[in-house]
């Protein structure tokens, strides 16, 4: 009985952490890291005292391998291309993906219900959306200032738009009361996401939107024309509002502007920047095409390539940077870290008991599909662990036999 009293504790210890973390990863900077340490010290303990191998687990055995093998080879092209002299602490920011076996192993232990994960995440994007309209309205009338909780615009858009498709998954089998609570939900993730005013955020919404109708289209909306109908007339009305903000049409304009004034060859603007640096990157690829510059190198070794400072830590979009970071196995690394759970996701998405599991997974991975095309998907701590955890608690759901 001992024994059991303190399995239960345990159990909602867990699964506290859990539900706390898509509350305050956008909003608390620090203990959204904290969580997955906790986490990985308990699979740590799950190891040692239970003898289990997360490598050997049916469930837990692909996403393990696919973290392990993408930190590995970021360590080794480092490794290679700086030697021992190397500046190891970079990898600090990839350290989730060195852990996530532990972590995945502590989530696979737990019974959490997806109902409940959700409505975290639903009061996670209302948190946010209260915060950024706190912000916006303190700063009113400062030119670059742009609302964020407390981090970077870009991660903190890409956040946003993950939590808001995620919580978008039961949506049609909840209840009315809940049905509310998510469309709160749902308005407070969309002024969240515009006024940080990350245009690859948008890019990705757009996308998801895309992807998340086509799935849900024949067991939600064929044959039923008061849903297409409703749907039909929240995305009018949505994209109506939207493009008729000053911060979109802005955004739009300059976007516009700087591709024409880096196609004369001024690269001031923030999009002229992004195709100088996509440009000078891939020609820095070809010096070292299989395993790249060394992770954390990508702007040094692309700086050659242009006039233009280089002035950030990578190249702004997550696959031009492990290309040259890493090589081609760098890019393979990542690509299979994100598309093969897509596909197994979007397997299942036949199964009914896990449709919900691995439509959430789907989106999930088109999301940081997307994430890379402006912004890194997998280059800082808040967004690698966001990925981490979610995709530790899904995928071993929809490979674990009903």
């Known amino acids: 009985m001992h024994s059991a009293h303190l399995s239960q504790k345990y159990s909602n210890f867990v699964i506290i952490l859990i539900l706390s973390f898509p509350v305050i990863i956008n909003s608390v900077k620090i203990f959204s890291s904290l969580i997955l340490l906790i986490l990985a010290i308990l699979g740590a303990h799950i190891v040692i005292t239970e003898k289990k191998n997360p490598f050997k687990i049916k469930e837990l055995k692909i996403f393990s391998w696919l973290t392990i093998s993408y930190f590995g080879v970021m ?6 291309s700086d030697g021992l002299n190397a500046e190891f602490h970079h990898l600090g920011r990839k350290l989730q993906f060195l852990l ?5 192993l502590t989530l696979f232990q737990i019974n959490l219900p997806l109902k409940k994960l959700l409505l975290s995440i639903k009061i996670g994007l209302i948190i946010i959306g209260i915060i950024t309209m706190i912000q916006f309205q303190f700063h009113l009338g400062e030119e670059w200032w742009r609302p964020a909780g407390m981090m970077n615009q870009n991660i903190f858009g890409d956040i946003a738009v993950a939590m808001l498709f995620l919580s978008m998954v039961q949506l049609f089998d909840e209840k009315p009361k809940e049905q509310i609570i998510t469309l709160i939900a749902i308005i407070a993730g969309i002024v969240a996401i515009v006024l940080s005013a990350s245009r ?10 895309v992807v998340y109708l086509s799935i849900i289209y024949k067991p939600y909306l064929h044959g039923n024309a008061k849903r297409k109908l409703s749907i039909l007339g929240a995305l009018i009305i949505t994209f109506t509002l939207l493009f008729n903000t000053q911060i979109i049409q802005n955004k739009v304009s300059n976007a516009t502007e700087g591709v024409k004034e880096w196609s004369i060859g001024n690269n001031n603007s923030s999009t002229g920047e992004r195709l100088n640096m996509w440009v000078s990157g891939l020609k820095a690829a070809q010096d070292s095409p299989w395993i790249g510059h060394g992770y954390r190198n990508a702007n040094k070794a692309s700086q050659k390539y242009t006039n233009k400072d280089i002035g950030y830590t990578h190249l702004h979009n997550e696959y031009i940077t492990n290309l040259v970071s890493a090589g081609i196995f760098g890019l393979l690394s990542l690509l299979a870290l994100i598309f093969i759970p897509m596909v197994i996701f979007y397997q299942k998405l036949k199964d009914k008991e896990k449709y919900h599991y691995a439509l959430m997974g789907v989106l ?3 999301g940081y599909a997307t994430f890379g095309f402006t912004h890194i998907a997998f280059g800082e701590e808040h967004i690698n662990a966001f990925y981490i955890l979610f995709m530790g608690f899904l995928l071993p759901r929809v490979i674990k036999n009903n």
């Not at 360590?75 to 290679?80: F, H």
């Open 100 to 104: 996530a076996p532990l972590i995945v």
């Open 200 to 209: 690859g955020s948008w890019i990705s919404a757009i996308i998801l939107s």
């Open 75 to 80: 360590l080794a092209s480092i490794l290679i």
């Open 364 to 366: 999930l991975c088109v």
